[in-house]
């Protein structure tokens, strides 16, 4: 990126270091693979085909991020994975090992290894929070010294030290999802699937949420498989992303190459909400071609570097005056993404700015 101020943005990697200790037991599994998965639901008002040739790998260790619209798949996907729902075509396997024959006792074992969480919490309302949190172990039979340490661990965890006591209808819904997060997490699985888990949270207390599965993931070093049908939430805390349509891949790729260039429709369509409109008053000024010699382009500038913008080179590379309208980065993985909207004066040659450019119109210089 030629002319580029080399001002990028922390590395995940970096800010991870700054704010999170080191990893305390970083596990080697939970990794999955979909092959060839398809999955059709056949009802009395006839079949839906959910899931179509979905074939994919999510690295033990990653946050893997399923996005779609309502209908996609999403959670048709995200409960083959622990068989809540049976593939009708295609496997699945969790660390190599295909989870179709498991019989009643190995499905158990691999619940125990797959935690999960929900929009909805699913707390039992007549338990406390320390009854909640160890019911998966007291339902393994786990003794009862040891049930009581472990539910302390992940309520410290958590940050839920001295609700121990108290019941469900008495707390927020973020300290109901950091209920929930315990509970999956007390039977220290290598995978955690969420589904939907900050749906039902205004924003504030979906960001500490998923604040804390990042540092979950960090230090414990724990598969963590979301779905949503919110980009942000995408861009908060997920490695990769793969969006879903009708049941198949629409794309799949690391977070800040999808939203630097999504390559396909529904992406688009996922990512506008995000996007900001042109200021109403030039939008309306704006016409398709010049009306006179002195009109001013109006250019969009995707940036999908390491690096942010830097302006005086742009105008220089652009050979006139650049004025900038409106701006939108985003540090995404490391990556400066987002778009610039300059006004580029009369002469100006696009071709020789270094980054994917498109006009959107012209306007009157005078105006
Ligand atoms: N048990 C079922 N019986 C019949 N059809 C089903 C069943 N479960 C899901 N479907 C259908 O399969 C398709 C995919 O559903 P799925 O719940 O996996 O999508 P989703 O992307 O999670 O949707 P949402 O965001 O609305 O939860 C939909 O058309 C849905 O109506």
């Known amino acids: 990126m030629t002319g580029a101020i080399a001002i990028g943005f922390p590395t995940q990697t970096e800010a991870g270091a700054r704010a999170a200790p080191v990893a305390e037991a970083r596990k080697s599994g939970g990794s999955v693979r979909f092959?060839?998965?398809?999955?059709?639901?056949?009802?009395?008002?006839?079949?839906?085909?959910a899931l179509r040739n979905v074939t994919l790998e999510v690295s033990a260790g990653e946050i893997f991020g399923i996005i779609g619209r309502s209908g996609a798949g999403k959670s048709s996907l995200l409960r083959s994975i622990n068989r809540l729902e049976s593939p009708t075509e295609g496997?699945?396997?969790?660390?190599?090992?295909?989870?179709?024959?498991?019989?009643?006792?190995?499905?158990?074992?691999?619940?125990?290894?797959?935690g999960m969480i929900f929009q909805h919490f699913n707390?039992?309302?007549a338990k406390t929070v320390r009854e909640n949190v160890a019911l998966p172990l007291r339902i393994a039979g786990v003794p009862r010294h040891e049930v009581d340490r472990r539910v302390d661990e992940v309520l410290h965890l958590v940050g839920l030290e001295g609700k121990e006591d108290t019941y469900p209808s008495r707390l927020s819904g973020g300290q109901k999802q950091?209920?929930?997060?315990?509970?999956a997490l007390v039977n220290r699985p290598e995978i955690l699937l969420c589904d939907e888990a900050t749906s039902a949270l205004d924003p504030e207390t979906t960001l500490s949420i998923l604040q804390l599965l990042r540092d979950i993931n960090k230090r414990l070093g724990l598969t963590i498989i979301l779905i949503t049908h919110e980009m942000s939430v995408i861009r908060e805390i997920c490695h990769r992303v793969l969006v879903l349509e009708r049941g198949q891949i629409a794309?799949?790729?690391?977070?800040?190459?999808?939203?630097?260039?999504?390559q396909h429709a529904a992406t688009q369509a996922l990512l506008r909400p995000l996007r900001r409109d042109l200021p109403a008053d030039l939008a309306a000024r704006l016409t398709a071609r010049a009306t006179s010699a002195t009109d001013l382009q109006v250019v969009e500038l995707s940036l999908e570097g390491d690096a942010l913008p830097d302006l005086a080179a742009l105008a220089q590379q652009s050979g006139g005056p650049v004025r900038l309208v409106q701006a939108q980065v985003d540090p995404i993985q490391g990556h400066a993404v987002g778009r610039l909207v300059l006004l580029v004066g009369p002469g100006a040659d696009l071709s020789k700015l270094p980054y994917r450019n498109r006009s959107l119109g012209y306007v009157a210089a005078n105006d």
């Open 123 to 125: 707390l039992l309302s």
């Open 35 to 49: 092959e060839a998965l398809g999955k059709t639901y056949v009802s009395s008002a006839g079949e839906v085909q």
């Open 91 to 114: 496997r699945v396997l969790v660390d190599g090992a295909d989870i179709a024959g498991l019989g009643e006792a190995g499905l158990m074992q691999l619940r125990r290894r797959i």
């Open 178 to 183: 950091r209920v929930g997060i315990a509970r």
């Open 251 to 262: 794309e799949t790729g690391p977070v800040w190459q999808v939203f630097a260039a999504p």
